[in-house]
């Protein structure tokens, strides 16, 4: 059994990885100060602006350039890990990759994720920059006895994403973080939360919603316990989010609701 501090920090992301680099290490020394073992940021934290265009595919990075590396050495100076959406360089330079980074205390980089469902819904495109990642991924590391799961933004709206993780055989996580640019728009607030409460009622496991705030983002990074409860919430402006998920919660939801080893299909990635 294990417990663990999570911060979400919500900001909104400029076009300046620089800049961004600065709000993370002052949010990550406020993460710490609360006592958090786990910093999430939002999609999209080492550059951003409102279109997908040629601006992102030259700011992309390789995961051992700078923006990483400066994403290291917060992690090792606070002692706590990180999770960051940042911009990715691909194989082909005239397209990128929107990617996830869990860096441990220590400093060393443990997992990545390359979102593997692409906005192209709601007048956004982003296979039109963006290379899909290989719905093979099982994104799964373990901090202070907790096993945490990683998916992005749009990836919330297929159920799917969260199962496999929840459900496999040798990743199965016990909280589920999700980055996200959740974009304004009619009834996107009650989507983003309706969405976030369902993957942890039908999964029995901990999610942390982290939002960029407005303009763009609508904010609302959101602590969800395995029966749905909101434990910790946010709203529009920037700032940190802190709540402490455990596993005892889910041993006792589980026994009362063991939906999740009553399933009677599995989950198959397709092409």
């Given amino acids: ?18 800049a961004n680099l600065v709000t993370i290490r002052s949010s990550a020394e406020q993460a710490a100060a609360r006592g958090a073992r786990l910093l999430v940021t939002p999609e999209y934290s080492s550059y951003f602006t409102p279109d997908i265009d040629d601006r ?3 700011a992309a990075q390789p995961l051992d350039g700078p923006f990483v590396e400066g994403l290291c050495r917060i992690a090792e100076a606070t002692g706590i890990a990180l999770v960051v959406g940042v911009a990715e360089t691909a194989d082909d330079r005239s397209r990128f990759r929107n990617t996830l980074v869990a860096i441990r205390p220590d400093g060393t980089v443990d997992t990545t ?10 007048g956004s495109r982003e296979s039109d920059r963006i290379d899909a990642g290989d719905p093979e991924q099982l994104p799964v590391f373990e901090l202070d006895g907790v096993r945490i799961g990683l998916e992005t933004c ?6 799917e994403v969260t199962r496999r993780l929840a459900a496999a055989e040798h990743g199965a996580v016990d909280v589920v973080v999700l980055p996200a640019e959740w974009v304004r728009g009619p009834g996107k607030e009650h989507h983003w939360r309706t969405l976030l409460t369902a993957r942890a009622i039908e999964n029995t496991l901990w999610v942390v919603g982290v939002g960029q705030t ?15 409860v909101v434990v910790g919430a946010a ?19 589980r026994s009362v609701n063991p939906s999740l080893s009553l399933r009677r299909y599995e989950v198959v990635p397709r092409s």
């Fill in 1 to 18: 059994m294990g417990s663990l501090t999570i911060a979400a920090a919500q900001f909104a992301p400029v076009d300046d990885p620089a």
């Fill in 56 to 58: 992102f595919v030259a």
């Fill in 113 to 122: 994720y390359r979102k593997v469902h692409l906005y192209d819904a709601f």
């Fill in 154 to 159: 749009y990836d919330l709206r297929f159920p």
């Fill in 214 to 228: 407005p303009p763009i983002g609508i904010g609302g990074s959101v602590v969800v316990d395995p029966a749905g």
């Fill in 235 to 253: 709203g529009a402006a920037p700032g940190l989010l802190v709540a402490t998920v455990d596993t005892d919660t889910i041993a006792a939801v």
